[in-house]
């Protein structure tokens, strides 16, 4: 099967800054993909790393890549390739395969209720008791994510009462310091929280590579791997506790969609900030983890990307916005 690509590059920026103890996240480039078969059937994709190293990588493959070519020999290019380049091509041929079917479910008014994203900075509490305000005429059935190792420890273990104080008893928390603790800072909290109803996980305390350290804590409490899983792929398969999984970046998200049609579970979906066309994966993903059997609110960081056509549920409207 021959098929046609272009390739067309994006940029936006996030409608705040995102602190993270790796760094400040406030924008996002990468590049959208159109593959097309010969019966004029259209698969999307998007390519989209979050760090620098990995862009010219990409840059690099998507220069290499030409304009005609057998669907063999995309998957051979893609076998070869990981990350984020390696989702947009596997995205796109899932599409013109017809394994996925991305137009059923993507209506914004149908979206999952996604964990809501915490600010580290001084607005932390305001923010938390509005959203809070805002849900009690709904149900208090919310979930937060808290990014640490941003601020001072002491400081952050401060906010850490605040914040559990003001929680509903049914509202759940994740935090989340982004693999930048050490084990004794982490001990410490692990112990803190160790009988706190409201805890939902910790998020990757340490290092990617500190496999030994992250078991320990975990017959402790929930710990969910995330940087170790974009690191070490082979603990997708292995690790038996939560699993963040960011499709835009974790590679070919075929195998990601088999996992979740075969019902494993564990798995919580989470955006690393998408345009409209890698938005229908995370929430085509997100919907079937619901219907898994661990359903969990996903991390769709909703309100962190700004409302225009960019981010349209329609594939040729992200095309043109770009
Ligand atoms: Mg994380």
Redesign the pocket.
């Known amino acids: 099967m021959e098929l046609s690509l272009e390739i067309k590059p994006f940029s936006f920026e996030l409608v705040k800054p995102l602190n993270t103890s790796k760094g400040i996240i406030n924008k996002k480039e990468g590049w959208l993909l159109n593959v097309q078969d010969e019966t004029g059937k259209n698969g999307w994709g998007e390519i989209a790393p979050l760090n620098q190293h990995e862009m010219s990588e990409c840059e690099n493959l998507l220069n290499n890549l030409e304009k005609k070519l057998s669907k063999r020999q995309l998957e051979v290019k893609l076998l070869k390739s990981s990350g984020a380049f390696a989702f947009g091509i596997g995205a796109a041929l899932a599409e013109i395969e017809s394994l996925i079917d991305l137009d059923i479910n993507n209506n914004s008014s149908t979206w999952l209720e996604s964990a809501f994203l915490l600010p580290t900075d001084d607005s932390l509490i305001s923010v938390l008791e509005s959203k809070l305000n805002e849900q009690s005429a709904k149900d208090e059935n919310i979930t937060f994510k808290w990014k640490v190792a941003c601020l001072p420890n002491e400081i952050e273990k401060k906010l850490l009462d605040k914040i559990l104080n003001r929680l509903p008893s049914k509202a759940r928390l994740r935090i989340?310091p982004?693999a930048g603790w050490d084990r004794k800072t982490a001990k410490d909290w692990v112990d803190y929280l160790v009988n706190e109803s409201k805890l939902e996980w910790i998020?990757?305390p340490l290092s990617s590579s500190d496999l030994e350290g992250m078991t320990m804590l975990s017959k402790q409490i929930p710990i969910a791997l995330?940087e170790s899983l974009i690191d070490y792929p082979v603990l997708r398969q292995t690790w038996k506790s939560w699993q963040?999984r960011k499709p835009l970046l974790e590679g070919d998200p075929r195998q990601l969609l088999k996992e979740l049609n075969d019902k494993v579970g564990y798995r919580v979906i989470s955006s690393s900030f998408e345009t409209g066309i890698g938005r229908r994966w995370t929430q085509y993903l997100a919907t079937l983890q619901q219907q898994g059997p661990t359903p969990t609110a996903p991390g769709l960081g909703p309100g962190w990307c700004p409302n225009t056509p960019l981010f349209s549920d329609h594939p040729i409207s992200v095309w043109n916005a770009a």
Do not use: R
């Open positions: 989340d982004n998020e990757q995330d963040i």
